[in-house]
C-alpha cells in the first residue's frame, strides 16, 4: 500500500510576523518630514511580495490598542512564528506591557523606527524594547523595515 503523505511541521514556510504600533496606519499623510511619504500599506505590500519570492510566510499588523498588540503577541507564540519586525512607535517609549508580552513568548524580534529616535526629542530617546531586541534600525525610513526582513531571511537560511 502506497504510504500516505503527511505534512511535518518543518516543511511549513517559516513564519515572520511585522508589527506596527499606533498611528502608523497613518503613514503617508503624517509628518512626512519624520516618517516620509510612503503609507503603510505600500511598506506592507512590498515585504510581503519579498516573503513570498522567498517563500517565507509573512503577516503584517497594525493596531492603535495597546491590548491587541500584546494578544496579537500572544497568538504569535501558537503560530510558531520564528521572527518578529516591530515597531512599537509610542509605545516605545512607554510600555512595559508590551515588552513583558514580548519577553513572555520569547520570539526574536528586531525593532525598526523610521525616523532616527536619537535626533529627536529626549523622551524619544528611550526604548523599552532594544536591550532586548536582535538589533534597531533607527533612521532609515521605510527601508529599515527592508533591511530588517533581509537580515531574518538571511537567518532563516542558516539556522
Ligand atoms: C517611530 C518613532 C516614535 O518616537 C514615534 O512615536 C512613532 C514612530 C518611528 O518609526 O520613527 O510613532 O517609532
Redesign the pocket.
Known sequence: MKKQKTTSKSSLRPRVLVLH????NLLGT?EPQ??GSMTLEDINLTLARRAEIAEVDLESFQTNHEGALIERIHAAKKQEVRYIII???????TSVAVRDALMAVSIPFIE??????YA??A??HHSFFSDLAVGVI??LGHQ?YQLALEYLLNKLNTD
Open positions: 504600533g499606533p498611528n502608523l503624517r519624520h516618517y515597531n512599537p512607535a509610542a509605545w516605545t517609549h525598526v523606527h523610521l525616523s532616527n529616535i529627536r526629542e523622551f524619544r533607527s533612521g529599515g
